[in-house]
């Protein structure tokens, strides 16, 4: 019986000391590879594990305009990762009693509609949360992408009742914006504060995270902030800010490596950090699988199963359970990752767009945990994105030389003054087409950087080509003619698939308004 229980110790003890974690050193070099060979100009990195920070620190530049160094005080927009605030928001409304997970939606709001009247009915806020309205991918994110829009909170949780559903309600993962819009106003409507105010108030002040603002217009000191970075023609460009007007509550904190992994710790302690945040049941409820997502297999892992939770992605690594999210504005991804079992928190924040930069980092960390060698994450990651990106240069490649052919032939007969006009979408307003200095030009009413050059293609489509070159995602406008010739209407679509969820052309249907006369 001595000898069993000394050979268990012996395993277990063999187990917990497998993997090899990588040195401070080992993350250096990682993470200057890393910013070669993606063409990142800046990113920030924290690791926890058991309750303290093993690793904090900056990288490279936080803007290329001016070659300040980033640090583990950097601010960056940290997006998505916003998510799980506004789920832990609500969490703290729950335990309070003021709500309950399958509180209808319409009881706090009651003019909250979506296009099917029965799904608006049973719609509750654990709905909110977890990306399986019936609504398609990144449906009405126009209303907020690519930069903050000119709607009100009141128009877009309007605006929900007109984006159709693509699948039933409740059996499909696509992800979602617009309903987290919801979520905040929910948080605010029962809380009697805004959401800005109650994510500082009851999250981060009792945290110490004392440098972050749940949004831009609320940051106190602005003199350490990464600019954002977008590849344009191979050469890195620092673009605008996204400023949410709006959509705090879906992306619109703004934190540090430092401050961010007091949050990653509180998560890891079930919702306590000197004092308790959340209940454990609320944090357990977080962490329950909520709805299926499709199982990624990439590289030396073994994955099982992937769910999303309570604004966490939920899924297994070799045994080993994993909660993550991740983030993206124009210019900034970041990714958030933890392995509860293992107490290992790993924060990655990087100032360009290329979500390879922080997948290489976080694995390659996570490997060493787990005692997995000789994968090489970075030249796999490399390789898959040279090949994703020539086949969407291939698509765009092709279309532009069909437009080149059509300007030097056959589409000089082509009336494009028969398209000028006003067409509107119920839910995104509306566009003017219009002729400036002989070309067609296309105009959004409410997202004013959405305007750009308008070429003939084939037939009745025409390509648009946006004046932001940063975008990258250059549309089809299909018109739809009526007997005489006439355009009535036109449906959009993007030419390149990289090109990012959020321009949600595909939900659109702009129909011509008629002339005052």
């Known amino acids: 019986m001595k000898h069993r229980v000394s050979l268990i110790f012996l395993l277990a003890l063999a187990a917990s000391v497998s993997g090899q974690p990588l040195s401070e050193k080992k993350i250096d070099r990682l993470t200057e590879r890393v910013m070669k060979e993606f063409n990142v100009p800046g990113i920030a990195v924290a690791v926890v594990k058991d309750d303290r920070v093993v690793h904090m620190k900056g990288y490279g530049v936080r803007s290329v305009a001016t070659g300040e160094k980033t640090d583990e005080h950097t601010l960056f927009a940290i997006a998505s990762n916003t998510k799980a605030f506004t789920s832990a928001a609500l969490g703290i409304l729950v335990d309070e009693g003021k709500l309950r997970w399958d509180t209808k939606v319409t009881e706090i709001i009651p003019g909250f509609r979506l296009y099917n009247s029965y799904v608006t009915e049973d719609f509750n806020i654990r709905d909110l949360l977890t990306h399986r309205s019936g609504m398609g991918l990144g449906a009405g994110d126009l209303m907020g992408w690519p930069d903050s829009a000119d709607f009100t909170t009141a128009e877009i949780i309007h605006n929900l009742r007109y984006l159709k559903q693509t699948s039933p309600f409740r059996t499909r993962y696509d ?80 934190s540090n490596v430092s401050d961010m992994s007091k949050w990653v710790m509180m998560q890891l302690n079930g919702g306590s950090a000197a004092g308790r945040i959340f209940s454990a049941e609320t944090h ?20 099982n199963f992937a769910f999303y939770g309570l604004g966490w992605n939920l899924s297994d690594i070799n045994g080993y359970m994993l909660v993550s999210h991740t983030g993206g504005h124009s210019g900034i991804v970041t990714q958030v990752t933890m392995l509860p079992e293992l107490k290992l928190g790993i924060i990655v924040f990087t100032n360009q767009e290329e979500v390879s930069a922080f997948t290489a980092i976080t694995n390659s960390i996570i490997d060493g945990y787990l005692g997995i060698r000789n994968y090489d994450w970075v030249s796999g990651l490399k390789a898959r994105m040279l090949q994703q990106q020539a086949v969407a240069k291939e698509i765009t490649d092709r279309v532009w ?76 406008a299909v018109f739809t003619l009526d007997r005489e010739g006439q355009p009535v209407s036109f449906t959009m679509e993007a030419i390149s698939p990289m090109t990012d969820f959020s321009f949600d052309f595909q939900d659109l249907l702009l129909k011509r308004k008629p002339e005052n006369k």
């Open 175 to 254: 992800y979602d914006n617009m309903l987290y819009i919801v979520a905040g106003e929910v948080v605010a409507r029962v809380s009697g504060q805004s959401w800005e105010e109650f994510v500082e108030s009851r999250i981060m002040e009792p945290l110490g995270m004392t440098e972050s603002a749940a949004s831009f217009k609320r940051i106190k000191d602005r003199s350490n902030i990464t600019d954002a970075h977008v590849p344009v023609d191979g050469k890195l460009q620092v673009v605008p800010k996204q400023e949410a007007k709006r959509h705090n509550s879906v992306g619109g904190i703004y």
């Open 284 to 303: 357990r409820e977080m962490w329950t699988p909520q709805t299926v997502r499709p199982v990624g297999r990439g590289g030396p892992y073994r994955t």
């Open 401 to 476: 030389s069909t437009v080149e052919a059509k300007r030097n032939g056959s589409s000089a007969g082509v009336d494009t003054g028969d398209f000028e006009g006003t067409y509107s979408d119920v839910w995104f307003g509306d566009v003017i087409i219009s002729k400036e200095k002989g070309s067609l030009r296309f105009r959004s009413l409410k997202s004013p950087r959405m305007r750009g050059e308008m070429f003939h293609y084939t037939a009745n489509t025409f390509i648009v080509k946006w004046d932001d070159r940063s975008f990258n995602a250059d549309a089809f």
